[in-house]
DNA sequence: TATTGTTATACTCTATAACTATA
DNA sequence: TATAGTTATAGAGTATAACAATA
């Protein structure tokens, strides 16, 4: 019987960290998200939470601060103190909901859109060349199998 | 002109943050990340860098905290303060080099290599859970695509 | 009574760099 | 002078929950 963890005793499971998948999941994700961090942090200011902030109201025109965190998915205090930062740098702006004033719409002010209009090209061009490794057929591979991991880690989650 | 994020202006570039990739790996991370954490956290109580430096030892006898660094991918601090906690709750132990006393040659007490038995079997059984949403052949795929984005993301973070 | 959003608090993590000891 | 490892410090990030306003 060979595992892809070595068994060196008879029921003494070894560990190969290196292997092991949620490992390497989380050092890819570190090298990742690093070099998309010298973008948004180095050249912009932007934490990445207002950075996914910037990009999901650049393409979706208004949101309130809940729909950010569930499409960010970031936390709603994180979100609530990503909108301040934001907002004192007046790169977004944000009004009463007429119909229920609980809810709050959040926009991109003029600054804002610049920004996002000049940093959504250097993010694409980052996502380009990471991708470049790979082939348009083996890109579309990557997504579905990602996304089935993902499912079945959501799975594990709730459930402990 | 068809691509994966929507052009909706000519030189308008929009960013579909549901769909970046750098995005979608950092979701899938913090969900898998998570489900691991339920284990060491609150089970075991070690902290995500002490579970992988006892990983590390179960599986190799012993190492220095720069190897540990390099092999756990993190930092000699968090390493050296890993190592102090680890150490404390008496289950790795630490002693010279005699042949270059610079180094520390670390490994697992008895009381480490109880908890690592115990703890291996249960993590193993996660990864397995979470990648049972994959056939082999699509496990295999899936660890090579990321290892070709890996080094093309390592190259990106090198250049900056 | 439930929901949106903000704030307070304490806690942890992180990054930089200074520091010791050895080579 | 370079390397292994530790410690100090300050700043950033985090989680829990209390809170206000609205429904």
Redesign the interface.
Known sequence: MTTK?NVKHKG???????R?????????????????A?LHLGRFQLSRQEW?IL??L??HRSMSAKELAS???QEKMQVSRAIARLKHAELLCQQEDSNDRRYSLLSLTEKGKTTY?KI??L??A??E??????TEA?QE???A??E??????????QW?
């Open positions: 963890h003494d499971q070894q560990l190969e960290l290196t092991y998948f949620p490992h390497k999941l989380s050092t890819l994700n570190m090298v990742v998200s690093q070099s998309i010298q996914r990009a999901a650049g393409n499409y960010t998915s209009r959504v090209p993010a694409l980052r996502e060349f990471i991708l470049s490794a790979l083996e591979q990557l997504l199998l990602m089935k991991v993902h499912e079945k880690a959501d799975e594990l989650q402990g």
